[in-house]
């Protein structure tokens, strides 16, 4: 299917990795030149470099903390015109409200949660001058089936999820949508982070993480190209009326009764 996508610019945030440079590939093999941001400067070059060559699109890069409001200005200033705002830069630390201290649940938040609305802050107004333009946050499963657990991550993706209902129900009437993604577990480095600190705190073994797994939907997370075609497909034209939703990618785990 041709999403029309071709010369459009996205800039995606947190695409060094996982599910940030997943989609970053799926868009370039639709077209779409790219601007990826993250903290990594040596994964950032090498990315950039693999997917222009692959596809032949544009890809430039810049490397900040996206928790930092005056690295978020030059990363705006830089790059003021793109069509497509993918918000996936965050990791919320996860355990039980006494394993969450202070410094690093607003570390976390800083990142994700505050990353997310001030970036869609930016961008929102330079696309409604313009009246066009996507914005898409990667929010989390955890937001959607809340667990004591990863309490600081379960209110910050419920937060997001609010966030971009409330924005998207009206953005429309500037030209822009804006919506949100939540992905359940997916195969990344975050997935096994969270899965150490579970397996620990339930099993008194991080190394037994791999045991969450059964419960899963085909006990196994998603892989990254289980998620990113959706991204995709929801920035495209095909998806013009989409717009103040949740789509949740988790293989049905929020509806399901118990552990996943």
């Known amino acids: 299917m041709d999403l029309h996508l071709a010369g459009r610019t ?17 868009f370039a093999s639709e077209g779409v030149n790219l601007v990826l941001a993250a903290r990594s400067k040596e994964q950032l070059e090498e990315n950039a470099a693999e ?35 993918i918000n996936n830069a965050g990791a919320i630390p996860g355990g039980t409200i006494n394993e969450v201290d202070d410094k690093a649940w607003r570390a976390g938040w800083d990142l994700k949660v505050f990353g997310y609305i001030n970036m869609t ?8 001058a313009r009246k066009n333009g996507v914005i898409i946050c990667i929010c989390g499963l955890g937001g959607e089936k809340l667990d004591f657990g990863y309490i600081a991550g379960a209110a910050g993706n419920a937060s997001l999820m609010a966030f971009a209902r409330a924005m998207g129900g009206r953005s429309v009437d500037q030209g822009v949508r804006v919506l949100a993604v939540n992905p359940g577990p997916v195969l990344t480095d975050r997935t096994v982070y969270l899965g150490k600190i579970r397996a620990k705190r339930e099993l008194g073994d991080e190394t037994r993480f791999n045991e969450n797994f059964k419960h899963m939907p085909y006990q196994r997370p998603a892989t990254v190209e289980e998620v990113a075609p959706m991204v995709v497909f929801l920035a495209s034209d095909h998806s013009n009326y989409i717009s103040g939703t949740v789509v949740t990618i988790d293989g049905g785990i929020a509806n399901r009764q118990g552990t996943p």
Do not use: H
Request: hydrophobic share 45%; with cysteine.
């Open 121 to 128: 802050r930016a961008y929102f107004n330079k696309m409604a």
């Open 51 to 85: 997917l222009s060559k692959k596809y032949g699109v544009k890809v430039e890069y810049m490397a900040l903390d996206l928790s930092n409001q005056t690295e978020r200005d030059k990363l705006v200033a830089a790059y003021p015109d793109v069509d497509i705002l």
């Open 10 to 26: 996205a800039l995606i945030t947190g695409a060094s990795k996982g599910i940030g440079l997943a989609v970053a590939e799926c």
